[in-house]
């Protein structure tokens, strides 16, 4: 497994790491679902067991996943697997479950929430600390003060490396600057690679700072392995984010298909085939450090890990971008 460096920090992760917020399983905040169907733990800890077996050592986290199940679920995995936690690079997130706090990035609450995202993953020290997303409140009101709430708990030995995690290339030009992290977070897959696409806005912002990226959703929530039948649309629970969402309508399902049929022909139509291209495609792009899929069992992290030291060449990945313009 190739080893990508964090930043300028010196932090080495698997190019090929996890994701965990499928462990926090069915969840609401404030009344809206944010979580997936419930996972099965002996499941996940196989799973975690096989990726750590093949050089994964990179775990993505944040205290919203679940409410706090999937940072316990992670600890708990890595006691009954034997193994210490500290080995590991672990990451969380804090800015999306609020609490009591008028607003999740109240300094109180951002220090809150360190604490017990420590006390969840059983650990002295996070080693990436995500800002969530870019919402400072009004006129970002809480901006100022949540940086310098973050920089104390650097200074403290709390956290190891500060992250940001937005949604818009605004936020991340906006927010960066202040915030100083090492490393940036978003979604990036081969349907939507804005944040990480050679000469945009947010890759010209990580190559002045030197920045590195981190890619959540690098399979398109499993739409790029070409799972789903537009005749039988898949279902959600209540609870799953998933369950309005027009990516996952008929409609958009039979949109897809023919252009993932153009990259079966030219890459396998297997499950790892498609898997493997559409995970380096994304290690392909300037800055970015390793995606992380999410896993639901052991047989989806071996399908992913089969992408690990591959690479496209040029002409693939215009193919790619052509195929499923």
Same mark, same amino acid.
């Given at each position: 497994?190739?080893?990508?460096?964090?930043?300028?920090?010196?932090?080495?992760? #698997?190019?090929?790491?996890?994701?965990?917020?499928?462990?926090?399983?069915?969840?609401?905040?404030?009344?809206?679902?944010?979580?997936?169907?419930? /996972?099965?733990?002996?499941?996940?800890?196989?799973?975690?067991?096989?990726?750590?077996?093949?050089?994964?050592?990179?775990?993505?986290?944040?205290?919203?996943?679940?409410?706090?199940?999937?940072?316990?679920?992670?600890?708990? @995995?890595?006691?009954?697997?034997?193994?210490?936690?500290?080995?590991? /690079?672990?990451?969380?997130?804090?800015?999306?479950?609020?609490?009591? *706090? @008028?607003?999740?990035?109240?300094?109180?609450?951002?220090?809150?929430?360190?604490?017990? +995202?420590?006390?969840?993953?059983?650990?002295?020290?996070?080693?990436?600390?995500?800002?969530?997303?870019? #919402?400072?409140?009004? +006129?970002?009101?809480?901006?100022?003060?949540?940086?310098?709430?973050?920089?104390?708990?650097?200074?403290?030995?709390?956290?190891?490396?500060?992250?940001?995690?937005?949604? +818009? #290339?605004?936020?991340?030009?906006?927010?960066?600057?202040?915030?100083?992290?090492?490393?940036?977070?978003?979604?990036?897959?081969?349907?939507?690679?804005?944040?990480?696409?050679?000469?945009?806005?947010? #890759?010209?912002?990580?190559?002045?700072?030197?920045?590195?990226? /981190?890619?959540?959703?690098?399979? @398109?929530?499993?739409?790029?392995?070409?799972?789903?039948?537009?005749?039988?649309?898949?279902?959600?629970?209540?609870?799953?984010?998933?369950?309005?969402?027009?990516?996952?309508?008929?409609?958009?399902?039979?949109?897809?298909?023919?252009?993932? *049929?153009?990259?079966?022909?030219?890459?396998?139509?297997?499950?790892?085939?498609? *898997?493997?291209?559409?995970?380096?495609? /994304?290690?392909?792009?300037?800055?970015?450090?390793?995606?992380?899929?999410?896993?639901?069992?052991?047989?989806?992290?071996?399908?992913?890990?089969?992408?690990?030291?591959?690479?496209?060449?040029?002409?693939?990945?215009?193919?790619?971008?052509?195929?499923?313009?």
């Amino acid at each position: 497994m190739e080893m990508r460096e964090l930043g300028r920090t010196g932090v080495l992760v #698997s190019e090929i790491s996890l994701g965990c917020w499928t462990m926090g399983g069915l969840n609401w905040v404030n009344g809206n679902p944010n979580g997936w169907a419930n /996972v099965d733990e002996d499941e996940i800890i196989r799973a975690i067991k096989t990726g750590i077996d093949a050089g994964v050592n990179h775990f993505d986290n944040a205290d919203v996943y679940g409410n706090g199940k999937a940072e316990q679920m992670l600890r708990r @995995a890595f006691v009954k697997l034997g193994l210490n936690t500290n080995d590991y /690079v672990v990451a969380t997130k804090v800015g999306h479950f609020p609490g009591t *706090a @008028a607003h999740a990035y109240e300094p109180a609450h951002i220090r809150h929430q360190c604490e017990q +995202s420590l006390i969840n993953l059983g650990r002295d020290v996070i080693d990436i600390y995500y800002f969530h997303h870019g #919402s400072f409140g009004e +006129s970002d009101m809480y901006l100022d003060d949540a940086v310098a709430t973050m920089d104390r708990l650097v200074e403290e030995g709390k956290v190891r490396i500060k992250g940001q995690s937005a949604y +818009s #290339s605004d936020d991340f030009l906006r927010i960066t600057p202040k915030v100083r992290p090492s490393v940036l977070q978003s979604w990036a897959h081969a349907l939507d690679d804005q944040f990480i696409r050679p000469g945009s806005p947010v #890759s010209e912002l990580m190559a002045q700072e030197g920045m590195t990226f /981190v890619a959540f959703s690098p399979l @398109a929530q499993a739409r790029l392995l070409d799972k789903y039948d537009p005749s039988k649309p898949p279902q959600f629970e209540p609870g799953d984010h998933r369950q309005n969402s027009r990516a996952f309508s008929a409609e958009a399902i039979a949109e897809l298909k023919p252009k993932l *049929a153009k990259l079966k022909a030219r890459f396998g139509d297997s499950i790892e085939d498609l *898997a493997s291209v559409a995970l380096n495609y /994304v290690l392909a792009q300037p800055h970015v450090a390793c995606v992380i899929p999410g896993f639901r069992n052991e047989r989806q992290v071996s399908v992913n890990l089969v992408g690990a030291g591959r690479t496209l060449t040029a002409d693939d990945l215009s193919y790619i971008q052509e195929a499923l313009a």
